[in-house]
């Protein structure tokens, strides 16, 4: 009984830990990362965004920048340990997170997700390849929810001049390093449908407006 509690004492400790320091790097990224629009065409009414997931902490000072002048964002977000991190990123940068569980859990939460949007003045963000991949394979969600709440769906992808690869990881997971340039592009494509999945470009190039592919079923 006692080492479980010294166990979850130590775990609890580690992980405000890690809180503290990937929120401590946000603020330093803020002050110092140099974010350059290749395409901005974000719309002021609501709207479904979606990125990679390997973009997910840069996407935090990304939707930053556009708080004030598109409706509130909220960011569908793992609902395990790891989401307890993107959550406080997510909410430190003026966003909302909206837990969801993965796999097949994760059904309900996702149709009250739906039922409570559609009355509500409000975006959402998604990873198109969250949250276990395969990496840059987009799953419906996004599309979906697009759809069916009759909003137009806007796509972002991101570049870096330096970065910090994450590459075990399934997403090649990146953040950006202070001083550095990261680019991005975000280009609306309208209504879409869950039955006619666009592939987002790995990454935005300047001169090339980066359009969707349909995906090969």
Same mark, same amino acid.
């Given at each position: 009984?006692?080492?479980?509690?010294?166990?979850?004492?130590?775990?609890?400790?580690?992980?405000?830990?890690?809180?503290?320091?990937?929120?401590?790097?946000?603020?330093?990224?803020?002050?110092?990362?140099?974010?350059?629009?290749?395409?901005?065409?974000?719309?002021?009414?609501?709207?479904?965004?979606?990125?990679?997931?390997?973009?997910?902490?840069?996407?935090?000072?990304?939707?930053?920048?556009? !708080?004030?002048?598109?409706?509130?964002?909220? &960011?569908? @977000?793992? /609902?395990?340990?790891? =989401?307890?991190?993107?959550? *406080?990123?997510?909410?430190?940068?003026?966003?909302?997170?909206?837990?969801?569980?993965?796999?097949?859990?994760?059904?309900?939460?996702?149709?009250?997700?739906?039922?409570?949007?559609?009355?509500?003045?409000?975006?959402?963000?998604?990873?198109?390849?969250?949250?276990?991949?395969?990496?840059?394979?987009?799953?419906?969600?996004?599309?979906?929810?697009?759809?069916?709440?009759?909003?137009?769906?806007?796509?972002?992808?991101?570049?870096?001049?330096?970065?910090?690869?994450?590459?075990?990881?399934?997403?090649?997971? !990146?953040?950006?390093?202070?001083?550095?340039? &990261?680019? @991005?592009? /975000?280009?609306?494509? =309208?209504?879409?449908?869950? *039955?006619?999945?666009?592939?987002?470009?790995?990454?935005?190039?300047?001169?090339?407006?980066?359009?969707?592919?349909?995906?090969?079923?």
């Amino acid at each position: 009984m006692w080492a479980d509690t010294g166990r979850d004492m130590w775990r609890s400790a580690g992980k405000s830990v890690l809180q503290s320091l990937f929120l401590g790097y946000l603020r330093v990224l803020r002050r110092t990362l140099r974010v350059e629009w290749a395409e901005d065409d974000v719309s002021p009414g609501r709207q479904v965004f979606g990125f990679w997931h390997e973009d997910s902490f840069c996407m935090n000072l990304v939707l930053e920048q556009l !708080a004030g002048r598109t409706r509130p964002v909220h &960011v569908i @977000v793992t /609902a395990d340990t790891r =989401g307890d991190y993107i959550e *406080r990123m997510v909410e430190s940068c003026g966003g909302h997170a909206l837990r969801v569980a993965d796999g097949r859990a994760s059904f309900g939460k996702l149709k009250e997700i739906l039922e409570e949007f559609r009355g509500r003045d409000a975006s959402l963000a998604v990873a198109l390849d969250g949250p276990l991949g395969p990496r840059h394979e987009p799953k419906r969600l996004a599309f979906y929810f697009a759809e069916l709440l009759g909003v137009e769906f806007t796509g972002f992808t991101l570049s870096y001049s330096a970065c910090l690869r994450l590459w075990r990881r399934w997403d090649r997971y !990146a953040i950006p390093l202070p001083f550095s340039k &990261v680019t @991005v592009r /975000a280009h609306s494509y =309208g209504s879409v449908t869950r *039955r006619s999945i666009p592939v987002l470009p790995a990454e935005t190039q300047r001169g090339k407006p980066g359009l969707f592919v349909r995906k090969k079923t």
